[in-house]
């Protein structure tokens, strides 16, 4: 039995040691808390898909969007304070 295997190199060709810098991984988790609120949004409207919206259903989505505005005015804020510090 032959064995199939691919007969051209890989288009990028990465160092298998390089990993994120530690700038890199600040700026992760400078932007987690704006990513989890827009994925509690994405949850809330996904749940609705395939059902009408109840007064429940419309408290939560409206929660998780004030929860997404919050989130991106703290990093806005961050954002703007840090750049005030470096200038």
Do not use: W, Y
Request: without cysteine; charged residues 30%; glycine residues 2%.
């Amino acid at each position: 039995m032959k064995s199939i295997v691919a007969r051209q190199m890989p288009v990028t060709a990465l160092p298998p040691d390089m990993e994120p810098t530690d700038a890199e991984l600040e700026a992760i988790e400078a932007e987690m808390p704006v990513v989890l609120a827009e994925v509690e949004l994405l949850d809330a409207l996904i749940a609705l898909l395939d059902r009408p919206a109840s007064e429940f259903d419309g408290r939560r989505i409206r929660r998780a969007r004030r929860r997404v505005l919050a989130a991106r005015r703290a990093a806005a804020n961050k954002a703007s304070a840090a750049a005030g510090e470096v200038a």
